[in-house]
Nanobody
């Protein structure tokens, strides 16, 4: 089993920005779809942004226009640039790799690999 390792989380005031990174330690991740999910305290994990293996990108409505997902293919690192952060963006953020079915990309059960998460806290 490979590993996905997130970094870049922290505390920021509302309106601020953060950039999360997710590094994969296996070359196999290079060809996979990748995604960012988040889980606020006491709530279910939800999809934030998805990057298909063919370059398709999709965002949750709550982050459209504020977050940007991208990937450094040479270094196999996935990024999530988060701008205009709101307190409701506070959550543990997880990266994921390899979705079994693109039509189920927002369903956590259909992703094969997960990182351990990085905490993002946005204060008002």
């Amino acid at each position: 089993q490979g590993h996905l390792v997130e970094s870049g989380g922290g505390s920021v005031q509302a309106g601020g920005s953060l950039r999360l990174s997710c590094a994969g330690d296996r070359d196999i991740y290079r060809g996979y779809s990748r995604a960012w999910f988040r889980q606020p305290p006491g709530k279910e994990r939800e999809g934030v942004a998805v990057l298909g293996y063919d370059g398709d990108i999709d965002y949750a409505d709550s982050v459209k226009g504020r977050f940007i997902i991208s990937k450094d293919n040479a270094n196999n690192v996935l990024y999530l640039e988060m701008n205009s952060l709101k307190p409701e963006d506070s959550a543990m953020y997880y990266c994921a790799a390899e979705v079994k079915l693109w039509s189920k990309r927002w369903d956590t059960k259909f992703w094969n690999y997960w990182g351990q998460g990085t905490q993002v806290t946005v204060s008002s």
